[in-house]
């Protein structure tokens, strides 16, 4: 009975090990762009409320609200293009790995969670790359010619 249940479970370790990276590579990519891009969205459909709530809310230390505005609202524009096309994905990832800490420590500390998978998807392209199924990788490849 229990070599049934071993065995049951190297099956499926072996089917789960099958998963393509470069598909989970791509997915991480566009997961995480998903949620800055709608945040930047958000930012544009109102730029007075935007900067009211970078005056209160947000209140990043350092900058004028306006300022930490369009800053933040010009990374969460541009990186995740970055990030969807694999285009200097690292940069990308580096962008909005800062976006993340500075939401982290001064804006929202509470929800770590959802900011520690956001970061762990970012820190995955920032070390490793956009991977195989990207702008970057064609770009190498077509250099290697």
Excluded at 24 to 52: H, N, Q
Excluded at 54 to 83: D, G, I, Q
Aim: glycine share 10%.
């Amino acid at each position: 009975m229990s070599g049934d249940w071993r065995s049951g479970a190297a099956s499926l370790r072996q089917w789960l090990g099958r998963f393509p990276a470069p598909a989970f590579d791509l997915m991480a990519r566009i997961g995480v762009a998903s949620v800055f891009w709608k945040s930047g969205l958000t930012k544009i459909a109102s730029w007075e409320l935007t900067v009211g709530l970078f005056e209160s809310e947000y209140a990043v230390p350092l900058l004028p609200a306006e300022s930490a505005a369009w800053l933040a609202t010009a990374a969460e524009l541009t990186c995740p293009v970055l990030l969807v096309l694999g285009l200097g994905a690292r940069l990308g990832a580096a962008g909005l790995l800062g976006v993340t800490a500075v939401i982290q420590l001064f804006v929202y500390p509470g929800n770590w969670g959802e900011h520690l998978i956001w970061a762990a998807l970012l820190i995955h392209v920032l070390t490793r790359g956009a991977g195989p199924i990207s702008l970057d990788a064609l770009i190498l490849r077509r250099l290697a010619l």
